[in-house]
């Protein structure tokens, strides 16, 4: 067990809905890491942020955005879904603040599928 | 552009033999690198990572990886695999120059042969 949660652990929607997932880093981590994975896709980084504000940004469809609270938990916010956009979210988080650098802990993932 | 290449999709050991995991970079810079495997069902968890110094590192469950900068490449080894070592297995590149981000492979999948 990472110490990072992620919620809901599936979610299935159509097409043109929106969505959003949560996550909960580990006790102590000021960075939350949101991924994609998918099949012809593979491990993708979407975004980073740190202490609230973003940090750095990665291959995110502008339809898709994210936030981290005060209490550092972040959401990742997905509209406009299409069936490409199936596939297994990742949240990470990690002490520092470097994306390229930190040990990232990954939650479980939550699994998107859109019919 | 900068990438991760694992040119093996699919590996299959038999429990006990030995293993080594290719993971070739490109990346103009010096390179972060670093193991996470991926059980089934689980996040990622990090084996190992290499930024400076010593070439080869020891991470956790009885992996190492050794650097060859010649030869671009961070593979990653283990004597004597366990069935519990069956996993996907993604190679990664730190990228800090310009967008900061972390570049994974596609994955290898492990298999293990009782």
């Known amino acids: 067990d990472s110490g990072v949660t992620q919620t809901p652990k599936h979610l299935i929607t159509a097409t043109g809905q929106r969505v959003t997932l949560r996550c909960s880093p580990r006790s102590g981590d000021l960075s939350v890491y949101w991924y994609q994975q998918s099949l012809d896709q593979g491990l993708q980084f979407l975004i980073q942020y740190y202490n609230g504000e973003e940090r750095a940004k990665g291959n995110i469809l502008e339809r898709f955005s994210a936030q981290q609270f005060p209490d550092l938990h972040s959401e990742l916010n997905l509209s406009s879904l299409e069936l490409g956009d199936s596939a297994l979210y990742f949240c990470?988080?990690?002490?520092?603040?470097?994306?390229?650098?930190?040990?990232?802990?990954f939650g479980p993932g939550t699994r998107l599928t859109v019919l | 552009a900068q990438s991760v290449t694992q040119p093996d999709i699919h590996i299959t050991v038999s429990e006990g033999a030995s293993l080594e995991l290719r993971c070739n970079y490109s990346y103009g810079a010096t390179p972060y690198l670093f193991w996470y495997v991926q059980s089934p069902g689980q996040g990622l968890q990090l084996l190992l990572k290499y930024f400076s110094g010593d070439t080869l590192v020891q991470g956790i469950k009885g992996f190492e990886a050794e650097f060859k900068r010649s030869q671009s490449s961070f593979n990653l080894r283990k004597p004597s695999v366990h069935w519990s070592d069956a996993a996907e297995y993604f190679c990664a590149v730190g990228i800090l120059q310009g967008a900061q981000k972390l570049v994974f492979g596609q994955g290898t999948r492990l298999t293990i042969n009782p």
């Open positions: 990470a988080s990690s002490v520092a603040r470097a994306v390229s650098t930190d040990t990232q802990y």
